[in-house]
């Protein structure tokens, strides 16, 4: 049996899982027809507990020893972040070594140089488990659906938000509490403001962007906002209108081009995936031959990334010149303007709660060409004299919407406006 010799930039959440499935695999060589070998690991800080052990010999904390030795075939990066690793792994592609990432960090923002490099040197750089986790969908959509073209791509992307909303949902329990359980699952990025803030989510559609679409968009120019202002009411609120609230990373054609967006969105009860919870992650991919499908699965944790790196790393060791998730040869599409996307919005404002207060505020959306669908008024504080007002509008453009909200915000009468969030509109149910 042939042996494939690795190396593994990091031996963290992720580095780990994957150096414990080889050794308890022995070397993965059950369905795989090859053996795995671990032959060199870089960490930082060799005193740190591990769930691994690896001999001393094995570890070292300079990573560039695991790029440069000449036996090792395939490198691992699963250290994380932009530098050191963008210049470890395009020194390994350099020198005639594939890779295997699962950092989309660096893959959003420096994809397109390692590519190159990896196609200058006649390598390969593959990344599956960057996005979605352990759900296959960056092999698929490369080679499984080839002969469509991708027309919308929308998911729940981010294992340790998708689990916060879940459980202030379904718990109501404290933001705090739930982040730290997230970290303590492994869910979370070393930084979880990556996580709560979209940061993640961005880069992972910037990847699929990039794949499906051809568009190297560059990571400032996608809409990003995080979960921070989602409030219990908003949950409670949702609910009785018939949503739920998941942040969503989409990447959808238009007029202007390819409407990269990530944002916490309404999504109505009844579809697909208004039902996948905690840390799992949906892709739902419209392609003009197939229609829509579903890509469900684990988005995070140690042993699901671990199964889409081994995935790779077998698929290249069996095959080295296989195709992996690779550069998109469609014609490439611009990136579009947020300003241009239309949905429904939900608005939630506190107002003061007297005579004429709907009338200003209709008349405000009114003027930016805003049609209401519906006004409730929730929870009211009489002795404060004010209410929290939830309106749903029709579907409007965004240009109008973000006008509207800034006089909203300078009526009187408006003492808050707490939360605009957009509604995902379904064409499709399950
Ligand atoms: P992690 O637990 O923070 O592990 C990072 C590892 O890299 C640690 O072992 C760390 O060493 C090592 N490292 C970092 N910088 C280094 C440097 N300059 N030199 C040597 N070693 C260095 O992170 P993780 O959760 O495993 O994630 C790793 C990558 O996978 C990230 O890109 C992440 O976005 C991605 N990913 C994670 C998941 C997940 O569920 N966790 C899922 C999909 C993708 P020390 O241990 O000594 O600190
Ligand atoms: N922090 C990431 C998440 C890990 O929560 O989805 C998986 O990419």
Not at 12 to 19: D, Q, R
Not at 59 to 85: C, F, K, Q, R
Not at 198 to 220: C, E, M, N, P
Not at 311 to 327: F, H, K, M, T, Y
């Amino acid at each position: 049996m042939r042996t494939v010799k690795l190396g593994l930039l990091g031996v963290g959440v992720v580095g780990s899982a994957v150096a414990k499935a080889i050794e308890e695999g022995d070397g993965l060589t059950g369905r795989s027809g090859v053996r795995l070998e671990l032959v060199k690991a870089a960490v930082r800080d060799l005193s740190k507990p591990r769930s691994v052990e690896l001999g001393p010999d094995l570890v070292t904390t300079d990573p560039n020893e695991v790029v440069s030795l000449p036996e090792i075939d395939i490198v691992v990066e699963v250290m994380g972040g932009e530098d050191p690793a963008f210049d470890l792994i395009s020194k390994a592609l350099a020198s005639g070594k594939h890779v295997v990432s699962a950092n989309k960090e660096v893959l959003a923002k420096r994809g397109d140089e390692l590519l190159a490099t990896a196609a200058q040197h006649g390598t390969k750089l593959v990344y599956e488990a960057s996005v979605g986790g352990g759900i296959p969908i960056l092999n698929p959509i490369s080679d499984d659906l080839l002969a469509n073209r991708i027309d919308s791509i929308r998911a729940i992307i981010n294992g340790t938000t998708n689990y916060i909303l879940t459980r202030m949902s379904s718990e109501g329990a404290a933001y705090d509490d739930v982040l730290a359980d997230a970290q303590r699952l492994g869910y979370a990025e070393a930084d979880p403001t990556a996580d709560v803030d979209g940061f993640d989510a961005l880069y992972k559609i910037a990847i699929l962007g990039r794949l499906a679409f051809g568009t190297s968009a560059a990571v400032d120019s996608i809409h990003r906002e995080g979960i921070g202002r989602i409030d219990a009411k908003d949950f409670r609120y949702a609910e009785e209108l018939g949503f739920t609230i998941k942040l969503i990373a989409a990447a959808q054609r238009n007029d202007g081009g390819l409407l990269l967006r990530v944002h916490p969105s309404l999504v109505p009860l009844d579809v697909p995936m208004a039902s996948v919870n905690g840390a799992l992650n949906m892709v739902e991919v419209e392609g003009d031959l197939v229609g829509p499908l579903w890509f469900q699965g684990p988005g995070a944790g140690p042993e699901p990334t671990a199964s889409a790196v081994l995935g790779d790393v077998l698929r290249i060791a069996r095959q080295p010149d296989s195709n992996g998730a690779e550069q998109s040869t469609t014609e490439p599409l611009e990136v579009a303007p947020m300003s241009g996307h239309r949905c429904q919005y939900y608005i939630r404002l506190t107002a003061a709660d007297k005579p004429g207060v709907l009338a200003l505020i209709a008349k405000v959306l009114g003027d930016a060409s805003i049609s209401i669908r519906s006004v409730i008024q929730m929870d009211a504080d009489e002795t404060a004299g004010q209410a929290d007002l939830v309106i749903m509008t029709h579907s409007a453009l965004e240009a109008n919407m973000q006008e509207a909200v800034s006089r909203l915000r300078s009526l009187d009468v408006v003492i808050e406006l707490d939360n605009l969030i957009r509604v995902e509109s379904y064409s499709h149910s399950a």
